[in-house]
């Protein structure tokens, strides 16, 4: 499903251009009017013309659009490995309720429910239903076991108490080439917390804290430029050779008062063409 992807309306069929008039032949005594005729059968040929060249232009520009939303900037075909999730849309805000990136909302803040703005699992998945925690609030306990080192999980665990964490929706699934992915989304009060208060110390270049089974990361310089979202700092790192039976991948987003924290692993290597393409999804989403 580039910068979340606006939806594109399609062009309208161009309008063809008026049918000239039938020129009016007058028939002689007995003669059939045949000029009028073959002027208005080929007059009606070129209209139905114009009209299926219209029709098959605005196909071609719907099927553009479509191809457009499910895109990713740096990935260039949908053969590449990417996989194949349903079209995004963003859910509704509250009325009058700013967007997370307006003037109006210096905060920050993401006013839609935080449920509804995790990423769907794409086709062919399989859910992690643990993830849904008690009506789709998943318990900060929960989230900790992501990580490896009993300090690190008791260190963090008091920056979000200390922080003010407000909730955490979580969604997961494996995929049929058996990566795991896990997507949280911590909400805070302010975008200031988020950046300040985790993102920038912890998360800018490599996770401050071990994620369980990646012992060694790198900073992950594979996203292309052009996949940045408006209004989402991103930090992406990949586990680093030698690692064990599964390669972890991990990404850290700061969007407003939302961090979202994006894990994936599979036994052997974890591709990177599917977690990219995650990432920017759910910065999408976010931004």
Do not use: C
């Not at 239903?129 to 929960?142: F, V």
């Amino acid at each position: 499903m580039t910068e979340q992807p606006q939806t594109l309306v399609p062009a309208p069929p161009t309008e063809p251009p008026a049918v000239p008039a039938v020129p009016d032949v007058v028939a002689g005594p007995g003669q059939p009017a045949r000029k009028d005729r073959r002027v208005l059968r080929a007059a009606l040929r070129w209209t139905a013309a114009v009209a299926v060249f219209a029709v098959a232009g605005a196909g071609t520009a719907y099927g553009i659009t479509r191809m457009e939303r499910t895109d990713v900037p740096g990935l260039a075909t949908a053969s590449d490995g990417r996989w194949d999730y349903p079209e995004l849309t963003k859910p509704p805000l509250p009325a009058g309720s700013p967007g997370p990136q307006a003037e109006s909302n210096p905060a920050g803040t993401h006013h839609a429910d935080l449920r509804a703005l995790l990423l769907p699992a794409p086709e062919g998945a399989k859910e992690d239903k643990a993830l849904r925690g008690t009506d789709g609030w998943l318990d900060m306990d929960d989230f900790l076991e992501e990580y490896q080192e009993d300090d690190d999980r008791d260190t963090f665990r008091q920056e979000l108490v200390d922080n003010g964490l407000r909730h955490i929706a979580a969604r997961g699934w494996t995929s049929a080439d058996g990566t795991r992915t896990r997507i949280y989304l911590l909400r805070f009060d302010t975008a200031g917390v988020v950046e300040q208060g985790f993102f920038v110390p912890h998360f800018s270049y490599v996770s401050a804290y071990q994620v369980r089974g990646a012992e060694s990361v790198d900073n992950d310089e594979s996203f292309p430029v052009k996949s940045e979202v408006a209004g989402v700092q991103r930090s992406a790192q990949v586990e680093t050779e030698p690692y064990g039976a599964e390669q972890d991948r991990q990404a850290y987003l700061a969007a407003g008062d939302v961090l979202a924290v994006v894990l994936q692993s599979r036994k052997g290597t974890a591709p990177a063409v599917p977690f990219r393409q995650t990432v920017v999804l759910q910065s999408q989403l976010l931004g």
